[in-house]
T-cell receptor, first 114, second 114 residues
């Protein structure tokens, strides 16, 4: 079965630009999560969605917003980019029906802000 | 407060050695979930195992085994007969019942030399 798909895989932006990251969850997964991993750091939870509604929120800057669409894919929108936003952004998905709380991660989008 | 501690920053072993990665967690909840993820040099996060707080049975999967002890709040991971392909950063993570987010430890970088 196909895993979580993220696009683009690499993105280079300049300071103050905007970026949009996309995530396509595993088939039949209804919950999507976003994490940010800075260089040499552990992943930090940003936000999650269940059935198109925000379900939990972590340390997501106000400059970032996200949503989940009717086909369950999700987009993370990042504005006024700063050098410190350079990181690996992971999307993960899980199935509430499975009840296992196992989050499966995509390959990540590496964002570089110059 | 939730916290995951992986005290071992880096471990180096020679192929075929056994190695144990330590994980200690803190939580006030009685219901929680513990995870191990592998992050190889390619960067993706690979799910290895999930344990819930009510299941203290140890688990073995091939060369991998996990020892969950609530009395010491530990969830250690052992690789038997390590191989070069095991070289990666390994993250232990915790999630509580009423939240989506995974709280990651800082990771242990395992290097297996031939």
């Amino acid at each position: 079965a196909a895993g979580v798909i993220q696009s683009p895989r690499h993105l280079i932006k300049e300071k103050r630009e905007t970026a949009t990251l996309k995530c396509y969850p595993i088939s039949r997964h209804d919950t999507v999560y976003w994490y940010q991993q800075g260089p040499g750091q552990d992943p930090q939870f940003l936000i999650s969605f269940y059935e198109k509604m925000q379900s939990d929120k972590g340390s997501i800057p106000d400059r970032f917003s996200a949503q989940q669409f009717s086909d369950y894919h999700s987009e993370l929108n990042m504005s006024s980019l700063e050098l410190g936003d350079s990181a690996l952004y992971f999307c993960a998905s899980s199935s509430s029906l499975a009840g296992t709380y196992e989050q499966y991660f995509g390959p990540g989008t590496r964002l570089t802000v110059t | 407060a939730q916290k995951v501690t992986q005290a071992q920053t880096e471990i180096s072993v020679v192929e075929k050695e056994d190695v144990t990665l330590d994980c200690v967690y803190e939580t006030r909840d009685t219901t929680y979930y513990l995870f191990w993820y592998k992050q190889p040099p390619s960067g993706e996060l690979v799910f290895l195992i999930r344990r819930n707080s009510f299941d203290e049975q140890n688990e073995i999967s091939g060369r991998y085994s996990w020892n969950f002890q609530k009395s010491t709040s530990s969830f250690n991971f052992t690789i038997t007969a390590s191989q070069v392909v095991d070289s990666a950063v390994y993250f232990c993570a915790l999630s509580e019942a009423n939240t989506d987010k995974l709280i990651f430890g800082t990771g242990t970088r395992l290097q297996v030399f031939p």
